[in-house]
């Protein structure tokens, strides 16, 4: 039993930090705008399959070394993160139940959420400007969710039988 929570770990760590190589990856200037926030996609995922393990300060903590990271406003993402991880826990018992399709429009929603609260969170450090391209991200990772999920859920459940 307790080898089995171990392997769940690992696997919950090598997702998290094959995202955060996505996350820093260098990509041409085309590529980066359509780049989604893909450690929050993993952790909305944990947050939802296994909430037990998987928590607010976790979340804040993954925030605070993609802040590292990246060179952003240090807790920036923290904040971000935290808080999709709060209403992922929040609503965690009905979202499983949900279809893929409507889990996607609720990972819509939280990315959205977490799009704006950054840009938020830059305009009032500099001046950032709004643009349609600002929208690419969340559209990209909504898209891919189904995916994430299918490919995450695989490495679970593989993790278990094991």
Known sequence: MLTNKKQN???YFLTLLLAM???VLPLPDYLSRLNPDWVLLILIYWTLA???????FNAWCVGIIVDVLTGR??????????????????????????PLLQ???????????????IFWIERIESTTEFTLIFWLPVLV???????IYVVLRFIRILGQTR
């Open 21 to 23: 190589c996505l996350k």
């Open 141 to 147: 990772g909504t898209v891919l969710w189904p995916m």
């Open 50 to 56: 296994v909430p037990e393990r998987m928590g607010v």
């Open 73 to 98: 406003l240090l807790g920036q993402q923290a904040l971000v993160y935290a808080l999709v991880s709060y209403t992922c826990l929040k609503f965690h018992k009905r979202l499983r139940q949900y």
């Open 103 to 117: 889990q996607s429009l609720f990972v819509f929603f939280s990315l959205l959420f977490a799009q704006v609260l």
């Open 9 to 11: 770990i690992h696997g």
